[in-house]
């Protein structure tokens, strides 16, 4: 079985840049969600989606992160403008229904400058 | 989510048992406890999770004290490739996600 796929593995921006994430979860899982892991610390949660619909991202800075994940397959996650606090890990994670475990791809490490 | 408690850090001895701690004295009669790992430079990987019962699977087994307010993993010979950060979480439901805190970073030495 694949696993979830993210792309790109890593990337360094200027602040005030916009970047995008790609994350292909497992396939059939209904449940995706968007973490930000940033040095020393826990994944947040930044947003969940149940097939293509938002779940809650009531954590999501919606000023300048957005996400979509059209055709409840694969998603993106965009932030425009960028700015230094962003520097992190920001990790996908699917699921075959909400409460079940959870798998995670490798993240994309984001280096803002 | 329940308020787990975590140590931060731990170190074992290859071969030996690593038996990591979780206090979650908030928990509810419904809330599962889970238990994930982190290695470097990789995703959060599930490991385990249970309700009441002592469960044990390939990887570790999970012991929840009766009154389910703590709860310990057993990694029974761990290995160097066992080191990482360790996160307990107590979610609220089943349908709501994992909150992950800062977990315990166990070092597993040769």
């Known amino acids: 079985e694949a696993g979830v796929a993210q792309s790109p593995r890593y990337k360094i921006i200027e602040k005030r840049q916009s970047v995008a994430f790609w994350c292909n979860p497992i396939?059939?899982?209904?449940?995706l969600y968007w973490y930000q892991q940033i040095l020393g610390q826990g994944p947040k949660l930044l947003i969940q989606?149940?097939?293509?619909?938002?779940?809650?991202d009531s954590q999501l800075p919606k000023d300048r992160f957005s996400a979509e994940r059209l055709k409840g397959v694969d998603s993106t996650l965009k932030i425009q403008p960028a700015k230094l606090e962003d520097s992190a890990v920001y990790l996908c994670?699917?699921?075959?229904?909400?409460?079940?475990?959870?798998?995670f791809g490798s993240g994309t490490q984001l280096s803002v400058l | 989510d329940a308020k787990t408690t975590q140590p931060p850090s731990m170190d074992c001895a290859e071969g030996r048992a690593a038996n990591l701690p979780c206090n979650h004295s908030t928990i509810s009669g419904n809330e599962y406890v889970y238990w994930y790992r982190q290695i470097h430079s990789q995703g959060p990987q599930y490991i385990i999770h249970?309700?009441?019962n002592n469960e044990t699977n390939e990887m570790a087994s999970l012991i929840i004290t009766e009154d389910r307010k703590s709860s310990t993993l057993i990694l029974p010979h761990a290995t160097l490739r066992d080191t990482a950060v360790y996160y307990c979480?107590?979610?609220?439901?089943?349908?709501?996600?994992?909150?992950f805190g800062k977990g315990t970073r166990l070092s597993v030495i040769a």
């Open positions: 249970g309700l009441k």
């Open positions: 994670a699917s699921s075959n229904r909400v409460g079940e475990k959870l798998f």
């Open positions: 979480i107590a979610p609220l439901s089943g349908n709501t996600p994992l909150v």
């Open positions: 989606f149940q097939n293509n619909g938002v779940v809650d």
């Open positions: 396939s059939g899982h209904a449940t």
